[in-house]
């Protein structure tokens, strides 16, 4: 009785997954044209005319800067923040042999234009080996089926996608359904459809891990919904289209109107010769020439330009600036850009969780395939969203080093560099080609201190200085000789200069008291000039110019 009263009720529910799927479909397919700048031209153009349709392709602006903050800059994975472990460095080579920065960049573009990414993890690949290669999964060619009292658990994954057999050279339909089964783990199958038939199974394996082969996560958090929210959904895809319909219309406002038109009358067209060199005379006395004024408003049309501009940038939460539009602005202090950011960097802070977990996850099945163990903990360090003044930077971590709240590792690594490397390097600059120090450790600069203190002391209390050299430090006569003889040659430039010092001095003197005739002479009342560098017992220059 109640099934005649009432139609099926999994007709319907099937009914509205269908649905589901085609509107998903649709969003993606619209979004891509988006980005493209393939929306829909909403000018009629008749054949023959020119096309006046605008398409500012302000989408791909919003999903590249989007991209650029997330993954613009290098990511590290860490296992230990204190030393670099083996199993870090198998990490390291993995994402390296899977060129890591060029797959997340694509990862978060995926991310940003449909919503939900997927990365697929592919055993026994030879572009990768001896480390798993990781696939980019197209999400239009992903299903998902999951848990209907968790929606985060998946039990089932359905990538299909049409492909041409490499034997018959026919379009075929291709279908890989990953299954969790009852004892945990996942069955992999494989099937073909050629020209519409059945589907045929052409292979299947157990996946021999707990954890499925494709990983995925939200691109921005959604929450009660198992998919992610693109960069550009539909409302922003329709700010860009009316903003798009606003630019169509100027410029044929502008192709009609540009050029000025003239009316008159009174005269015959053949009376009047239009030209741009040409004298308009009209002998009529009830002739008259007048241009048509443009009766659009210009000024209207870009508040409007300007005020759905800001929309989008308002609505994707992508400050203009962030696009590289500086106009009217001018030197910003820190608070100033935190300000103008902080819808980007709310998002990006809201994405790095997102893509953070998976990744986590995803480094950590990695390594369980490296054979490291399945207990990894991985932590990522990402760089800063906001642009930074480095000299403020710079200046900001020397004080929290000298405060002792950071050390030179992490230092290193919040400026971009590698500490391990630049360790490195800098033992390689310390130690010559010929393996012998250039600059002396810490060790030895102590030591050469205290050498060069107690010489000092030695000198002041007396002893000679080639006395206490042969004597406390072994050197040699011809060493000593070397030294002493550097010393005087030293001492002799000194005294050289001393001398043409007081040479000019006495010239000077000689200039203004000496007779007429002999400006150079001193005069006779002239006084002998004081001795430069010391008395002449001291061993300076006396006022004779000879060795005291």
């Given at each position: 009785?109640?099934?005649?009263?009432?139609?099926?009720?999994d007709?319907?529910?099937?009914?509205?997954?269908?649905?589901?799927?085609?509107?998903?479909?649709?969003?993606?397919?619209?979004?891509l044209?988006?980005?493209?700048?393939?929306?829909?031209?909403?000018?009629?153009?008749?054949?023959g005319?020119p096309d006046?349709?605008?398409?500012?392709?302000?989408?791909?602006?919003?999903?590249d800067?989007?991209?650029?903050?997330?993954?613009?800059?290098?990511?590290?994975?860490?296992?230990?923040?204190?030393?670099?472990?083996?199993?870090?460095?198998?990490?390291?080579?993995?994402?390296?042999?899977?060129?890591?920065?060029?797959?997340?960049?694509?990862l978060?573009?995926?991310?940003?234009?449909?919503?939900?990414?997927?990365?697929?993890?592919?055993?026994?690949?030879?572009?990768?080996?001896?480390?798993?290669?990781?696939?980019?999964?197209?999400?239009?060619?992903?299903?998902?089926?999951?848990?209907?009292?968790?929606?985060?658990h998946?039990?089932?994954?359905?990538?299909?996608?049409?492909?041409?057999?490499?034997?018959?050279?026919?379009?075929?339909?291709?279908?890989?359904?990953?299954?969790?089964?009852?004892?945990?783990?996942?069955?992999?199958?494989d099937?073909?459809?050629?020209r519409?038939n059945?589907?045929?199974?052409?292979?299947?394996?157990?996946?021999?891990?707990?954890?499925p082969?494709?990983?995925?996560?939200?691109?921005?958090?959604?929450?009660n919904?198992f998919?992610?929210?693109?960069d550009?959904?539909?409302?922003?895809?329709?700010?860009?289209?009316?903003?798009?319909?606003?630019?169509?219309?100027?410029?044929?406002?502008?192709?009609?109107?540009?050029?000025?038109?003239?009316?008159?009358?009174?005269?015959?067209?053949?009376?009047?010769?239009?030209?741009?060199?040409?004298?308009?005379?009209?002998?009529?006395?009830?002739?008259?020439?007048a241009?048509?004024?443009?009766?659009?408003?210009?000024?209207?049309?870009?508040d409007l330009?300007r005020?759905?501009?800001?929309?989008?940038?308002?609505g994707?939460r992508?400050?203009?600036?962030?696009t590289?539009?500086?106009?009217?602005?001018?030197?910003?202090?820190?608070?100033?850009?935190?300000?103008?950011?902080?819808?980007?960097?709310?998002?990006?802070e809201?994405?790095?969780?997102?893509y953070?977990?998976?990744?986590?996850?995803?480094?950590?099945?990695l390594?369980?395939?490296?054979?490291?163990?399945?207990?990894?903990?991985?932590?990522?360090?990402?760089?800063?969203?906001?642009?930074?003044?480095?000299?403020?930077?710079?200046?900001?971590l020397?004080?929290?080093?000298?405060?002792?709240?950071?050390?030179?590792?992490?230092?290193a690594?919040?400026?971009?560099?590698?500490?391990e490397?630049?360790?490195q390097?800098?033992?390689?600059?310390?130690t010559?080609?010929?393996?012998?120090?250039?600059?002396?450790?810490?060790?030895?600069?102590?030591?050469l201190?205290?050498?060069?203190?107690?010489?000092?002391d030695?000198?002041?209390?007396?002893?000679p200085?080639d006395?206490?050299?042969?004597?406390?430090?072994?050197?040699?006569?011809?060493?000593?000789?070397?030294?002493?003889q550097?010393?005087?040659?030293?001492?002799?430039?000194?005294?050289?200069?001393?001398?043409?010092?007081?040479?000019?001095?006495?010239?000077?003197?000689?200039?203004?008291?000496?007779e007429?005739?002999?400006?150079?002479?001193?005069?006779?009342?002239?006084?002998?000039?004081?001795?430069v560098?010391?008395?002449?017992?001291?061993g300076?220059v006396?006022?004779?110019?000879?060795?005291g």
């Amino acid at each position: 009785m109640l099934d005649t009263l009432f139609p099926s009720l999994d007709y319907h529910l099937y009914e509205m997954v269908e649905r589901d799927e085609t509107d998903r479909l649709t969003r993606y397919r619209r979004a891509l044209e988006a980005y493209r700048g393939e929306l829909p031209r909403l000018l009629k153009v008749k054949f023959g005319d020119p096309d006046d349709n605008v398409q500012a392709s302000k989408c791909r602006v919003i999903v590249d800067s989007a991209v650029a903050y997330l993954f613009g800059q290098n990511i590290e994975f860490e296992l230990d923040a204190a030393s670099e472990t083996p199993a870090e460095q198998w990490l390291d080579a993995c994402w390296d042999a899977n060129r890591k920065m060029t797959l997340l960049s694509k990862l978060g573009t995926n991310g940003a234009l449909f919503g939900h990414p997927f990365v697929k993890v592919v055993l026994n690949s030879s572009l990768t080996a001896p480390y798993p290669r990781l696939v980019l999964l197209d999400p239009a060619n992903v299903a998902c089926t999951w848990d209907d009292d968790d929606i985060d658990h998946v039990t089932e994954y359905r990538v299909q996608w049409n492909a041409i057999d490499p034997v018959t050279r026919k379009a075929v339909i291709k279908r890989q359904v990953i299954t969790e089964q009852a004892n945990g783990l996942w069955l992999i199958q494989d099937f073909v459809s050629a020209r519409g038939n059945r589907w045929q199974l052409a292979g299947e394996q157990v996946w021999p891990y707990a954890w499925p082969p494709i990983h995925h996560c939200q691109n921005i958090p959604v929450p009660n919904e198992f998919w992610g929210e693109a960069d550009i959904p539909n409302d922003i895809i329709g700010l860009v289209q009316s903003r798009n319909f606003a630019l169509s219309n100027w410029a044929r406002i502008i192709k009609y109107q540009a050029h000025q038109r003239l009316w008159g009358k009174g005269f015959r067209d053949d009376e009047v010769k239009i030209g741009v060199d040409d004298i308009f005379i009209i002998e009529s006395e009830t002739g008259q020439l007048a241009a048509i004024e443009p009766t659009s408003n210009m000024a209207g049309l870009s508040d409007l330009d300007r005020r759905l501009d800001e929309a989008i940038h308002e609505g994707s939460r992508t400050p203009a600036i962030a696009t590289g539009k500086v106009e009217g602005i001018g030197q910003l202090s820190g608070v100033a850009l935190q300000i103008l950011y902080g819808p980007l960097v709310q998002k990006t802070e809201g994405k790095r969780q997102t893509y953070g977990d998976m990744l986590k996850d995803l480094c950590r099945h990695l390594l369980e395939v490296g054979g490291f163990g399945a207990d990894n903990v991985v932590s990522i360090v990402w760089p800063e969203i906001l642009p930074q003044d480095m000299q403020a930077e710079r200046a900001a971590l020397q004080v929290d080093m000298a405060l002792g709240v950071v050390s030179k590792s992490s230092v290193a690594q919040k400026l971009g560099y590698d500490w391990e490397t630049e360790q490195q390097r800098m033992a390689e600059e310390v130690t010559s080609a010929d393996g012998e120090g250039d600059i002396p450790t810490e060790d030895e600069g102590k030591r050469l201190q205290a050498v060069f203190t107690a010489m000092k002391d030695a000198v002041d209390a007396g002893v000679p200085l080639d006395v206490f050299l042969e004597k406390y430090l072994a050197w040699s006569k011809q060493e000593i000789g070397a030294i002493l003889q550097a010393a005087e040659g030293t001492q002799a430039s000194e005294l050289e200069a001393q001398q043409r010092q007081l040479d000019m001095l006495q010239m000077q003197q000689g200039g203004m008291n000496g007779e007429p005739g002999q400006p150079g002479q001193p005069g006779p009342d002239a006084q002998a000039p004081r001795p430069v560098g010391g008395a002449v017992d001291s061993g300076g220059v006396g006022a004779a110019g000879g060795n005291g």
